[in-house]
């Protein structure tokens, strides 16, 4: 714990706004009992600016990963179902 809190504080100290080194810390202070900090790491998170933009990047890739990845089964479908009705 004391490891990771370190890990953490180094991160912070480097990226203030470091989505995930604030969420993690955040969880950490939680385990700990220490609800003010959480919260305090909590709010600068969900503040971090770019997490929204980095977000709606991800979940774009993997709905066109999911269609992309539906549409070839349905396809493959469509062309075995085919060729079972034609044989």
Same mark, same amino acid.
């Given at each position: 714990? *004391? &490891? ?9 100290? =480097? ?5 995930? *080194?604030?969420? &993690? #810390? *955040? ?24 997490? #929204? =933009? &980095?977000?709606?990047?991800?979940? =774009?890739?993997?709905? *066109? ?17 085919? #060729? =079972?009705?034609?044989?």
């Amino acid at each position: 714990s *004391a &490891d990771k809190e370190k890990l953490y504080n180094d991160i912070l100290t =480097k990226d203030p706004t470091n989505f995930w *080194a604030n969420w &993690d #810390m *955040a969880e950490l202070k939680k385990r700990q009992g220490k609800y003010n900090e959480y919260f305090n790491y909590i709010d600068t998170a969900t503040s971090n600016e770019n997490i #929204m =933009k &980095d977000t709606r990047v991800t979940l =774009k890739k993997e709905a *066109a990963n999911r269609y992309i990845s539906q549409n070839f089964q349905l396809r493959h479908q469509a062309q075995y179902l085919d #060729m =079972k009705w034609v044989s």
